[in-house]
């Protein structure tokens, strides 16, 4: 079975995308998104799919991304903000080098807006986020290797973050990592 080298968690806003795509990069690996798969699978954005099945149906094919990303990818893997939520989802990370990407809802709001169309946030977004988290971040905890906080740090600091955490070491060719991206 191929195993992710880095799987990332966290809520919207955490920055999953941004600091996967970097890490890919700095570790010179493919980068890998559950929720751009479902996407792929439904030819839908995810919006659409909770408004016309529903977040159950959505559920399910976020559970069957996941387990296919987990056993087909050995790069960088970001899952989608409420792929914890599920049991299974939580047995198959176990183990694996996830790192919960930790962040306060003013830095979330500030990266995504919350007026940006994520379905679980399009009432009352700043509480809805706050419950979301509420009731995410002890799962996020559970499955997290290491916690990198984001909050006051570039994406490069980021990613410094958890390549120390994990002790990833950077390639021996190419640029500087720093010199990549900030």
Do not use: C
Not at 8 to 15: D, E, R
Not at 22 to 48: H, W
Not at 99 to 104: A, K
């Amino acid at each position: 079975m191929t195993t992710p080298v880095v799987v990332l968690v966290g809520p919207p806003g955490a920055g999953k995308s941004t600091i996967g795509a970097l890490l890919a990069r700095r570790l010179g690996t493919g980068y890998r998104d559950t929720d751009a798969d479902i996407e792929q699978v439904a030819g839908k954005p995810i919006p659409e799919i909770f408004i016309d099945e529903g977040e159950p149906h959505f559920r399910a094919l976020e559970r069957e991304a996941v387990r296919t990303a987990l056993a087909e990818h050995s790069g960088v893997l970001a899952l989608g903000g409420g792929a914890v939520m599920d049991d299974s989802t939580r047995a198959l990370l176990k183990g694996l080098p996830v790192v919960f990407l930790d962040v306060e809802l003013a830095d979330a709001v500030r990266r995504v807006g919350l007026d940006t169309p994520r379905p679980l946030l399009a009432v009352n977004p700043r509480q809805r986020w706050r419950e979301l988290m509420e009731q995410r971040r002890p799962l996020y905890t559970e499955v997290a290797r290491v916690v990198v906080g984001t909050g006051g740090r570039t994406p490069a600091q980021v990613a410094d973050a958890v390549m120390e955490a994990l002790e990833l070491p950077a390639p021996a060719s190419g640029a500087h990592p720093r010199d990549i991206t900030q």
